[in-house]
């Protein structure tokens, strides 16, 4: 787990990753999920709420929100318990998941803000927050982080916020592994050339 991994709140956090030694235990909680085990959703929850909300906040700029989209997609997942089909592991289609939701709620916003008539953008009063304000590094990443195209800022805030291999990022994204590198090579680069820019 990289240093500073934190949940929305900027408190450390513990990612769950799971091993092949943990699959069988994966498959028995998903089994024991599916058959209506309270006991089993809620550890499920717990293990990964709050990676997940994480990444998605990092995409919505609101931790209300974000908090909000997981919440659904835990309730659709007790919901459909039943139906519930995983062939990949639960991080994996979990985080798929919630980068959907992601968009979609992007994409929502998106098309409220033209039918107002207004230009989109990332709103800025909440990529650079009031509590973050007498840390200008910190407050400086965001931005730079912020001004990634799409595909290069999910893969780098997965992998260097949610700790994620290129392979398992490249199964979150339907994306080969030799693009995420492509993609990832052109994140450190840009952000390198903003941060350094912004210094000046």
Same mark, same amino acid.
């Given at each position: 787990?990289?240093? #500073?991994?934190?949940?929305?709140?900027?408190? +450390? %956090?513990?990612?769950?990753?799971?091993? =092949?030694? /943990?699959? =069988?235990? @994966?498959?028995?909680?998903?089994?024991?999920?599916?058959?209506?085990?309270?006991? *089993?959703?809620?550890?499920?929850?717990?293990?990964?709420?709050?990676?997940?909300?994480?990444?998605?906040?990092?995409?919505?700029?609101?931790?209300?929100? *974000?908090?909000?989209?997981?919440?659904?997609?835990?309730?659709?997942?007790?919901? %459909?318990?039943?139906?519930?089909? $995983?062939?990949?592991?639960?991080?994996?289609?979990?985080?798929? *998941?919630?980068?959907?939701?992601?968009?979609?709620?992007?994409?929502?916003?998106?098309?409220?803000?033209?039918?107002?008539?207004?230009? =989109?953008?990332? =709103? @800025?009063?909440? *990529?650079?927050?009031? /509590?973050?304000?007498?840390?200008?590094?910190?407050?400086?990443?965001?931005?730079?982080?912020?001004?990634? +195209?799409?595909?290069?800022?999910?893969?780098?805030?997965?992998?260097? @916020?949610?700790?994620?291999?290129?392979?398992?990022?490249?199964?979150?994204?339907?994306?080969? $592994?030799?693009?995420?590198?492509?993609?990832? #090579?052109?994140?450190?680069?840009?952000?390198?050339?903003?941060?350094?820019?912004?210094?000046?």
């Amino acid at each position: 787990m990289g240093e #500073g991994t934190r949940n929305c709140d900027g408190q +450390p %956090r513990t990612l769950f990753m799971a091993s =092949p030694d /943990e699959r =069988p235990v @994966e498959s028995t909680l998903l089994a024991r999920l599916r058959a209506g085990d309270r006991a *089993a959703f809620e550890q499920i929850f717990r293990e990964h709420f709050d990676g997940l909300a994480g990444f998605a906040y990092r995409l919505t700029r609101s931790r209300a929100i *974000a908090e909000e989209l997981v919440q659904d997609l835990f309730l659709e997942i007790w919901l %459909r318990r039943d139906r519930l089909v $995983i062939t990949e592991t639960l991080r994996t289609y979990l985080f798929r *998941a919630a980068r959907n939701r992601a968009f979609n709620h992007l994409r929502r916003n998106k098309l409220e803000r033209l039918w107002r008539l207004r230009q =989109p953008q990332l =709103p @800025e009063t909440e *990529a650079v927050e009031t /509590e973050d304000s007498t840390d200008e590094l910190a407050a400086a990443i965001r931005v730079a982080i912020a001004s990634l +195209p799409d595909r290069c800022r999910e893969i780098f805030l997965l992998s260097r @916020e949610q700790n994620m291999t290129y392979a398992e990022i490249a199964k979150v994204l339907g994306l080969s $592994i030799k693009t995420v590198e492509t993609q990832m #090579g052109r994140a450190l680069k840009a952000l390198r050339t903003r941060l350094d820019v912004d210094k000046r």
